[in-house]
């Protein structure tokens, strides 16, 4: 895949949609172009209490992955802070994971109760930051994927301004669709997911995308980063490490089945996630 972004042609743009409008639009938008921009998705209060609760973890964070092999930390960002546990540092983000719009993105493309929380995670694209590497999500289970279904639907949401100097995502409308999943990007089919502070980014899990370079000299792009993944597969984030059993105790119901707290059980009957061959909420009563 190549990582070139300029062309003489006008990049492909996804839509732009207001979350008050049409909800089919929001999914036909999605479901043609694999990605669709939710402008003022989430409010100026719970925006501003993501900010004040996040951004002192941001600061105090490193840049940069301590994994072993080149792949991956090249693959993570030299000038990328990467945050995760997000249910122990933002009641805010408790708040968010309920939003009733953001639960009808799960539904509609995983099956309602049928998915857990892959990752939360605050991507912070730091300035002279170059682009990553071009990929699907749902590549993280290989053996799983297949062109008929969704594996993991993911939300992007912007908590401050992205532009294309300061690192927007880069996307690659339409190639959720495509039959050969080894064909070449070309460069007049890349364009970049510019949006305000607040927006959301819905993508498919099959959708090429990446990071983008940050050429700004001060300014951070700073992204909430939180798909679902179908309930039988492992998520990215360990949950049950990153949220202490205390803080499960006083979340919402709905999180803390998102994050695994409750156990999951498959509609064709299967259980999962068990303690003593009980749901796993029992642990959150003693």
């Known amino acids: 895949m190549t990582t070139a972004f300029r062309s003489a042609a006008p990049p492909p ?7 008050g409008g049409d909800l089919d639009s929001i999914w036909k938008a999605l479901d043609e172009d694999g990605g669709v921009i939710v402008d003022d998705f989430i409010s100026p209060t719970i925006l501003e209490q993501l900010r004040t609760e996040m951004l002192p973890h941001v600061t105090a964070h490193p840049p940069g992955s301590t994994h072993p092999a080149r792949l991956w930390t090249d693959f993570h960002g030299t000038e990328t802070k990467r945050i995760t546990g997000l249910c122990e540092k933002s009641e805010g983000w408790s708040t968010l994971l309920c939003d009733p719009l953001y639960q009808m993105l799960g539904d509609r493309y995983l099956g309602e109760g049928n998915y857990y929380l892959n ?33 993991t639907i993911t939300a992007l949401f912007a908590l401050t301004d992205f532009t294309e100097e300061n690192g927007a995502t880069v ?19 890349i364009g970049r997911a510019t949006m ?5 980014l819905f993508y498919s899990g099959k959708i090429i995308h990446g990071g983008g370079p940050n050429s700004s000299t001060d300014e951070w ?21 990153t949220t202490s059993l205390e803080t499960a105790r006083r979340l919402p119901e709905r999180v803390q089945r998102l994050i695994g707290f409750r ?3 498959q509609p064709l009957g299967g259980r999962l996630g068990l303690v003593d061959y009980n749901d796993a909420a029992r642990l959150l009563d003693t």
């Open 196 to 200: 305000r502070a607040g927006a959301a």
């Open 221 to 241: 792009r700073i992204g909430l980063h939180a798909g679902f993944v179908l309930g039988w597969l492992r998520s990215e984030e360990n949950h049950q490490l």
């Open 119 to 151: 990752t939360a995670q605050l991507i912070c694209i730091g300035p002279n930051e170059t682009s990553q590497l071009l990929h699907r999500d749902e590549l993280n289970w290989p053996s799983a994927t297949n062109s008929d279904s969704e594996l």
């Open 171 to 189: 996307v690659v409308p339409g190639s959720h669709r495509w039959t050969d999943s080894m064909r070449e990007v070309r460069e007049e089919e």
């Open 263 to 265: 156990s999951y059980e």
């Open 13 to 19: 743009e996804l839509t732009h949609l207001d979350r």
